[in-house]
């Protein structure tokens, strides 16, 4: 039998993140060959990866990064089955090197092919899922780009949102951030009306009336009504029109205003479950 050193164990589970066993039986079976005993580790991966297909991995790790320049910005769900693994130090860390490592990418597909240290992303997933022993895959990813970009995570890694502004103006951090938060607490389903799906126009016009109809009003006056109430849903679920959540007595595009010549021109958001 090959005798391997603790030093050769210690360098593949630096390599890895595999536990100390693991490597040690990795490198054995490989009889000291360091690519073989990856390559061993990678497989285990796929084993349990192929076992655990139908579970749920709902739990894990959100985390929203922009670039230096601040003009781009990348939300990275990193999923797996359990919530004690999602709050391990080391789980979170992966989460954030991946997403450091997602900067630049425009789709999911070209960010599970990018090189993360010397092996791809997808990968990376499948050695970590036979290490960890559990179903982890990547369960969101969006990207923005924007003159200004701005992030927020939710505490606990739950949510993640990006916001983009129409210029890089004084205090463009804050601003983006607070409008970030609002994303993230009130979940909109749309930058502004003019985004609002037409299905879901159509449906909430039906719903309006059907109460109408309910509470006696004539058909008549039917469309007059839900278009008041279409008003209303567009305030409540799209993020410009939304009462901004630090005072309710202006909404967010007010909020903007403050900041000059700006206003929010995209945002993305990414939760768990």
Do not use: W
């Not at 693994?85 to 450091?100: H, I, P, Q, S, T």
């Not at 791809?120 to 369960?139: P, R, Y």
């Amino acid at each position: 039998m090959t005798k391997i050193t603790a030093s050769q164990v210690n360098e593949l589970r630096k390599a890895t993140g595999a536990g100390m066993m693991d490597c040690k039986n990795a490198l054995v079976e490989a009889e000291g060959d360091f690519d073989k005993a990856i390559e061993i580790l990678r497989k285990k991966g796929q084993k349990v990866a192929a076992k655990r297909a139908d579970r749920d991995s709902s739990e894990g790790a959100v985390i929203a990064l922009v670039n230096d320049e601040k003009n781009a910005g990348v939300i990275v769900s990193l999923n797996c089955e359990t919530d004690f693994v999602a709050k391990n130090e080391k789980f979170v860390a992966l989460a954030k090197d991946l997403a450091k490592a997602a900067l630049g990418h425009d789709s999911l597909d070209s960010f599970l092919a990018a090189n993360f240290n010397g092996l791809s992303v997808s990968e990376k997933l499948l050695e970590q899922t036979g290490i960890i022993g559990e179903k982890i895959e990547i369960g969101g990813f969006k990207t923005l780009n924007a003159p200004f970009v701005g992030s927020y995570i939710h505490a606990g890694n739950k949510i993640a949102t990006l916001v983009g502004l129409s210029a890089s103006v004084e205090n463009a951090d804050v601003a983006a951030k607070d409008v970030a938060m609002q994303a993230a607490a009130m979940n909109p389903i749309a930058l502004d009306e003019s985004q609002v799906d037409a299905s879901v126009i159509d449906k909430e016009i039906e719903i309006a009336k059907d109460q109408l109809r309910a509470e006696g009003k004539p058909e008549a006056m039917l469309d007059n009504i839900a278009k008041g109430k279409l008003k209303r849903f567009f305030k409540d679920n799209t993020l410009v029109n939304q009462a901004f959540i630090k005072d309710s007595k202006v909404s967010v595009a007010d909020y903007i205003k403050t900041y000059g010549e700006v206003s929010v021109t995209a945002f993305e958001r990414v939760a768990l479950g």
